[in-house]
């Protein structure tokens, strides 16, 4: 059973940065696997914004967030990090990490249908950037 832990979540002025932590626990941030980010917003759809694939670290974005969102994974700490720069009021949502297999072999794919392709999904930490 895979369990995804989130942190970091807060309030920021725009502008400002925020960086969330996910542990993932049960191997699943070896080889062979993806893991990413997911938010809603109020009132919003659910939303891909990045993800990673653990076979060699390339890591995807949305293009909401491409440019000021950066992904990045520590093995040792069983940990991935979403660092958030320049952040917008309209990145105000519940950010998720999540797990899956890559559906088709493709990690990328995950940013796609409101990221619906994942397996499991964390409790979820709120981020809120105030204008």
């Known amino acids: 059973q895979v369990q995804l832990v989130e942190s970091g979540g807060g309030s920021v002025q725009a502008g400002g940065s925020l960086t969330l932590s996910c542990t993932v626990s049960?191997?699943?941030?070896?080889?062979?696997?993806?893991l990413g980010w997911v938010r809603q917003g109020p009132g919003k759809e659910r939303e891909g914004v990045a993800v990673?694939?653990?076979?060699?670290?390339?890591?995807y974005y949305a293009d909401s967030v491409k440019g000021r969102f950066s992904l990045s994974r520590d093995n040792t700490k069983n940990t991935v990090y979403l660092q958030m720069n320049s952040l917008r009021p309209e990145d105000t949502a519940t950010y998720y990490c999540?797990?899956?297999?890559?559906?088709?072999?493709?990690?990328?794919?995950?940013?796609?249908?409101?990221?619906?392709?994942?397996?499991?999904r964390g409790q979820g930490t709120q981020v809120t950037v105030s204008s």
């Open positions: 999540a797990a899956g297999p890559p559906p088709g072999g493709y990690c990328s794919r995950l940013l796609l249908s409101g990221a619906s392709e994942y397996v499991y």
């Open positions: 049960g191997g699943y941030i070896y080889g062979g696997n993806c």
């Open positions: 990673i694939a653990t076979t060699d670290s390339t890591t």
